[in-house]
Structures are given as C-alpha cells and as structure tokens.
C-alpha cells in the first residue's frame, strides 16, 4: 500500500485525544505506560496524554475550585475530590512548569466565588441552607482564552483523564486544526423524517466539533479548502466524479486523508421507505470509494465484514431491549492494529 498521506502534528494528537475519550465511552480500559501501584491509577495514563503535555508552548493556569469544608460532610464527593486533585497535582508535575495549579476553595459571596462563575463553574446546592458546592476546574492561557468543567460528577469519573485533558489541549491550541468531514451518514444530526423527531449528533462527531474547526462538505463538493488540516471521509459512496478528482488533488498536495470505508454500514439509510420495510433491508450500503483507493494502492472487499466475539462491544439494538454483544462493534487497541 502506498503511504502518500497519513496523520501528523497537533491534529495527530486531537484526534488520539478524541479517539481515547470514545474509547473509554464504550467502557474499554487503556493501558498505562508504566507500573502503577498508587492507590488511584495516578501515574497510568494514556500515551496520548504526555504528547499533549510536553506540546504546551505558553503556561496554563488551572483553577481547581473545591469546597473542601463542605466536603467533609460528603463522603462520595470527598473521596472523588482528593481523586481529582491528586490527579491535577500529578498532571502539573509532568508539565515541566508549563501547567500551574491552583486549589481554591470558594466562600459564599466571596470574590473567589465571582471567579469561579466568571470561568464557567458552578455550584451545587447542598443542605437545608441551600449552600453552594464547587467541584469544578477552569483554565486559562496566555491569549485570555479559558476553558471549563463545571461540575465533577463522580458518576463519570472514568471520563476524568480525558476530560482534563481535553481542556488543556484546548488552552494549548486555541487556533483549533481545520477538519473537512464528508459523510454519507447523518452523523450531524438534524431533521429524522422517518420519526418526524430532530436526531442528536453523533458522539464522535459532537467530540470532534469541540476539537477541531469542522466544515462539513456536501457529496458533491468540487473543492477542499486550501487550509485543510485532515479530510475526514466517512462512508463515502456515490460521489460525484468532480468530488473524487477534488480529494485525489487534495491527497497529491500531500494533505492528510483519514477514511472510513464499510462493507455493510447499519446507519446508512439506503432505501429506507416506511411503506416498504423491505426496500431497506435489500439496499446496498456498502461505501464506494474503489477507484480512489485503487489509485492509492489500497484493496477494499465489500464483501468482506470483520467480526470478533472476543471483541464484542454490549449495544442496545432497539429501544427497550437489553444490550446484546454485537460482534460487528468491536472495543480496539493497538494489538489488533499491528
């Protein structure tokens, strides 16, 4: 296979942030880089994580509001708090001096608490009184950009590394890389016909909206903007000559191509026509992408479907039923990769 385009520079490391947060979504663990032994998994992090820290170019100030006398009285938050703050500390000590942390711990019509709102973080009512719990973070850079998590919610802490980072990738890069993305999917979401309901974003697609200046390109497109850091090409199927002339140029130019092709995509709507369930279940929806891949040196078998119970991530099929492990969704690592 011909390697004419591939990945690099900061978009190499938004999209490792993002596919590790997708990954922990889908309740698959990442493997450390060294032997933990703390108590809280401090020093196993994703690789992904200490590219990103070493690339930060100015300092960053991180804003840990937490109400810690409060939190006495809490025991859950308590605990979750100590995590959290463990973890900041151990991110800051990684940073060679370009995170600094600050813990503060905000009175009741303090300027402390002016602050925190001015940054996006909020507070929680607790007890009788209605008094106001801050377990948030915010950031800074040296551009007066900032960035916020509101609220930790121990509910989620699986999503604590990612979430963090995420907001210091952001400070670190706040000319975001330019993302076109064409996709034959409603992965944008929008106006569902079939339900006469909107339809929510895709994850991986809202996650990447927050990471990257997306520019959505249309099936018949003619042109990707000279900007461009990443085409993100997402089932591409019948599209018109001129779009595939456009990409292939913009792959000679040495621009960077990320695609996904599939022999059998369950969210393409096909034929699709409520008065004839059969029109869907016999449509192709297979991407078709063969004489571009062709010409970059790369074999694609429609015929083809990759499947591994082993691998199997648990999904809901249909609204009401329990999860089933579908064998066609698969939680990947970098083992299979290689």
Same mark, same amino acid.
């Not at 993305?181 to 697609?205: C, I």
């Not at 000679?252 to 004839?276: C, I, K, Q, W």
């Not at 192709?284 to 499947?307: E, I, Q, R, T």
């Given at each position: 296979?011909?390697?004419?385009?591939?990945?690099?520079?900061?978009?190499?490391?938004?999209?490792?942030?993002?596919?590790?947060?997708?990954?922990?979504? /889908? *309740?698959?663990?990442?493997?450390?880089?060294?032997?933990?032994?703390?108590?809280?998994?401090?020093?196993?992090?994703?690789?992904?994580?200490?590219?990103?820290?070493?690339?930060?170019? @100015?300092?960053?100030?991180?804003? /840990?509001?937490?109400?810690?006398?409060?939190?006495?009285?809490?025991?859950?938050?308590?605990?979750?708090?100590?995590?959290?703050?463990?973890?900041?500390?151990?991110?800051? !000590?990684?940073?060679?001096?370009?995170?600094? #942390?600050?813990?503060?711990?905000?009175?009741?019509?303090?300027?402390?608490?002016?602050?925190?709102?001015?940054?996006? &973080?909020?507070?929680?009512?607790?007890? &009788?009184?209605?008094?106001?719990?801050?377990?948030?973070?915010?950031?800074?850079?040296?551009?007066?950009?900032?960035?916020?998590?509101?609220?930790?919610?121990?509910?989620?802490?699986?999503?604590?590394?990612?979430? &963090?980072?995420?907001?210091?990738?952001?400070?670190? *890069?706040?000319?975001?890389?330019?993302?076109?993305?064409?996709?034959?999917?409603?992965?944008?979401?929008?106006?569902?016909?079939?339900?006469?309901?909107?339809?929510?974003?895709?994850?991986?697609?809202?996650?990447?909206?927050?990471?990257?200046?997306?520019?959505? #390109? @249309?099936?018949?497109?003619?042109?990707?903007?000279?900007?461009? *850091?990443?085409?993100?090409?997402?089932?591409?199927?019948?599209?018109?000559?001129?779009?595939?002339?456009?990409?292939?140029?913009? !792959?000679?130019?040495?621009?960077?191509?990320?695609? /996904?092709?599939?022999?059998?995509?369950?969210?393409?709507?096909?034929?699709?026509?409520?008065?004839?369930?059969?029109?869907?279940?016999?449509?192709?929806?297979?991407?078709?992408?063969?004489?571009?891949?062709?010409?970059?040196?790369?074999?694609?078998?429609?015929?083809?479907?990759?499947?591994?119970?082993?691998?199997?991530?648990?999904?809901?099929?249909?609204?009401?039923?329990?999860?089933?492990?579908?064998?066609?969704?698969?939680?990947?690592?970098?083992?299979?990769?290689?």
């Amino acid at each position: 296979m011909n390697k004419r385009s591939t990945l690099g520079g900061g978009a190499l490391l938004a999209l490792g942030l993002l596919f590790i947060g997708l990954t922990l979504l /889908f *309740n698959h663990a990442l493997r450390g880089w060294r032997l933990d032994l703390t108590e809280n998994r401090l020093y196993t992090t994703a690789g992904g994580t200490d590219r990103i820290l070493a690339g930060i170019k @100015e300092p960053i100030n991180l804003y /840990f509001f937490y109400s810690e006398k409060t939190a006495q009285q809490l025991p859950q938050l308590k605990t979750y708090g100590t995590r959290v703050r463990e973890f900041l500390e151990e991110l800051t !000590a990684r940073s060679n001096g370009k995170l600094r #942390l600050h813990v503060i711990d905000p009175q009741p019509f303090s300027e402390e608490e002016d602050r925190a709102a001015e940054l996006g &973080v909020r507070g929680a009512p607790v007890g &009788v009184a209605g008094g106001q719990f801050y377990f948030g973070l915010a950031g800074t850079n040296a551009t007066d950009g900032h960035a916020a998590i509101e609220f930790f919610d121990p509910n989620k802490e699986q999503f604590l590394e990612y979430d &963090v980072v995420k907001l210091i990738y952001q400070l670190a *890069n706040p000319k975001k890389p330019v993302v076109s993305w064409l996709s034959t999917l409603p992965m944008d979401g929008g106006f569902d016909p079939q339900s006469g309901a909107g339809r929510e974003p895709w994850v991986v697609y809202g996650e990447a909206r927050q990471l990257f200046d997306v520019r959505p #390109l @249309e099936p018949n497109a003619t042109r990707i903007d000279p900007d461009t *850091n990443v085409l993100v090409l997402v089932h591409p199927k019948n599209l018109a000559p001129a779009t595939e002339f456009a990409i292939d140029q913009y !792959a000679l130019r040495g621009g960077h191509v990320l695609v /996904f092709v599939d022999p059998l995509a369950e969210a393409d709507r096909s034929g699709a026509d409520p008065g004839n369930p059969v029109a869907g279940m016999t449509a192709d929806k297979s991407s078709h992408f063969d004489s571009l891949l062709k010409a970059w040196g790369v074999d694609f078998n429609p015929g083809l479907v990759v499947a591994d119970r082993g691998r199997a991530l648990s999904v809901t099929m249909r609204q009401g039923e329990e999860p089933v492990l579908h064998p066609g969704i698969l939680a990947l690592n970098k083992e299979p990769m290689t």
